[in-house]
């Protein structure tokens, strides 16, 4: 991949309007810290990107190298290197890691890759994760920590080397120490060839990484793209400053108490997710 | 693998107008196999005695096996073609072992009738069936287990994968005579559902006279979970590839039950010929 351009890209999901005209271009070389608060769109901007069929494209484009990547499949956008480490990697019963991995790696080669070679690299990537082995052997996610999920996660991108990669709040729910793994582990895929979009909520994953550019998601819409710079200002004020200085009123999640489809579990869930912030 | 219809020491087998009856007098390490034959066949596990046994071929015969004090039947089924209806009764007697790893590949349709009765304390019957029902088959599993004394316990957990138009049932019944205290009844049942125009029924019951059992029930219909589709493919697995993967996880609970890895290596090279 040399540019990623998404062009007043607008996203609805059940009919629900999220993304509302991003217009973001990423080049190889880049790595951006995409910033916003929680629900206005980040994670349904990397999952469209990745294509999940969860999301309707209503409007936009986005082109990679000038190809439409909404009319390729999932596995295609994989095998161009695209690759998403999910905010919520999915538990799936029944399939061994190791297995998954090595399907997947051949996905990306033209002739299988030898036993030899493909225990020599799960060894190294899992090593640089501090994954044991033996988790290798266990159905893909399943009864993982959550920072098991996310150094899986990690390990999958060090085995596919992609050139596009999307990291989806990769930092939470991780110890001291695997932090510090993750962000040895992009470090030492950061290079001319590749682009790195990451999201996060936190600085100190970003003064690990050492972003080139950072850019705010507000309302399904990017609102502001500049420097480094950006990271520090909203980790000490927050984003209410963004508000007054661009006129722009931030929605906060919204909690519909009039639903009665939803019930006392879902509002509860919504009311945590409200606390969080 | 040995034939349990060859000649053999351990083996006494006798012919009458009702069929073979075949009595295993002592325990075999290795497998035996029991081939299509055309008759109605009795098997009889003396006390105390442990075989192992495949069946890869349906018969219209009866199949009747009884499992004497103590004994075990480890029974695997590698079902590749099937035409007719099976019917099976299966007595457990007191302290006796019935374990069942069924594994059901075939393309066509069939209708499959168990009925194992749990007689003595004890008596244990664990049956882990995976069918995969592909393009028009219709298939029935009609798996029934019947507690008639005290401490007997059945277990069933039905894997179901449904593709095309074909459809799929789990029916039959767990029953819990009156008096069978302390009975252990299980049933899980799971469909998954690939197409449109297929037909999923995870519907046994169970069926409970007496009060002082445990007992449980668990039933589920779904489709592939989008997610995890969507997990693989972004890994760059192909839709198809992806499917069969998960299928192949969706059915393998059954694995730890087929006593051979030969077996085993079959059951999931088949999974994957078959999706
Ligand atoms: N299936 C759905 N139906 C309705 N709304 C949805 C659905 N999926 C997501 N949303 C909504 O889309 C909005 C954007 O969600 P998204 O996950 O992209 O936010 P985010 O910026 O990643 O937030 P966070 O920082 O909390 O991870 C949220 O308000 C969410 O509730
Ligand atoms: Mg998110």
């Given amino acids: 991949m040399k540019t990623l351009t998404i062009n007043n890209l607008h996203v609805a999901v059940e009919g629900k309007e999220i993304l509302k005209g991003v217009n973001l271009t990423l080049h190889a070389g880049e790595s951006i810290a995409l910033l916003g608060p929680n629900g206005h769109g980040k994670s349904t901007l990397l999952s469209v990107i990745m294509g999940h069929p969860k999301y309707q494209i209503t409007e936009g484009t986005i082109l990679l190298d000038g190809e439409n990547v909404s009319k390729m499949k999932v596995d295609e956008r994989s095998k161009k290197g695209l690759f998403l480490a999910m905010q919520y990697p999915s538990e799936v019963p029944g399939v061994v890691n190791i297995d998954f991995l090595k399907a997947a790696m051949n996905a990306h080669r033209d002739t299988p890759i030898k036993l030899f070679e493909f225990y020599k690299e799960m060894e190294n990537a899992s090593k640089k994760m501090s994954i044991p082995m033996d988790m290798a052997t266990r159905y893909l996610n399943e009864g993982f920590s959550g920072g098991e999920k996310k150094r899986n996660e990690i390990l999958q991108m060090l085995l596919l080397k992609p050139s596009l990669a999307m990291l989806d709040e990769i930092d939470s729910g991780l110890d001291v120490d695997a932090l510090g793994m993750v962000s040895e582990a992009i470090k030492e895929m950061q290079d001319e060839s590749r682009a790195f979009l990451v999201v996060s909520h936190y600085a100190r994953l970003y003064h690990l990484i050492h972003p080139t550019r950072a850019v ?32 722009i009123q931030i929605k906060k999640d919204e909690v519909n108490m009039n639903s009665t489809s939803i019930g006392t579990c879902a509002i509860k869930e919504s009311l945590n997710k409200e606390g969080k912030k | 693998m040995k034939s349990i219809l060859d000649e053999n020491i351990s083996l006494k087998h006798e012919k009458d107008e009702n069929g073979i009856k075949i009595t295993v007098l002592s325990s075999f390490d290795e497998p035996l196999f029991l081939p299509l034959i055309n008759e109605d066949i009795t098997l009889i596990l003396n006390p105390h005695v442990s075989l192992k046994l495949l069946e890869k071929e349906i018969s219209s015969n009866q199949r009747k096996y009884i499992l004497k004090e103590g004994a075990t039947l ?14 099976r009764e299966i007595e457990i007697e007191k302290n006796a072992t019935w374990e069942v790893g069924y594994g059901d590949f075939s393309y066509s349709s069939y209708h499959s009738i168990m009925h194992c009765y749990l007689k003595g304390e004890g008596a244990m019957g664990s049956f882990h069936l995976a069918s995969l029902a592909r393009n028009d088959a219709k298939k029935i599993f009609d798996i029934n287990f019947t507690h008639e004394v005290s401490l007997t316990e059945s277990i069933m957990e039905n894997y179901g994968v449904i593709r095309d138009e074909a459809s799929l049932s789990f029916i039959g019944i767990g029953h819990i005579k009156r008096g069978a205290k302390k009975a252990k009844a299980k049933q899980a049942t799971k469909i998954m559902v690939f197409d449109k125009k297929c037909n999923a029924s995870a519907s046994p019951i169970l069926k409970i006279d007496e009060n002082d059992v445990l007992a449980s029930h668990a039933a589920a219909e779904g489709r592939i979970n ?12 192909k839709e198809e590839e992806a499917k069969k993967i998960i299928t192949l996880g969706y059915l393998n609970p059954i694995l730890p039950f087929m006593f051979d890895d030969e077996i085993k290596k079959e059951v999931e090279s088949i999974i994957l010929e078959r999706m």
């Fill in chain 2, 226 to 237: 989008e997610e995890h589709l969507f997990y693989l493919m972004s890994r760059g697995l």
């Fill in chain 1, 216 to 247: 705010v998601m507000i309302n399904g819409k990017i609102v502001l793209d500049g420097d480094p710079s950006l990271i520090e200002r909203i980790d000490h004020e927050g984003y209410e400053w963004i508000q007054e200085e661009l006129g």
């Fill in chain 2, 74 to 87: 480890k029974h695997n089924f590698l079902i590749l073609n099937a035409e007719h209806e099976e019917n």
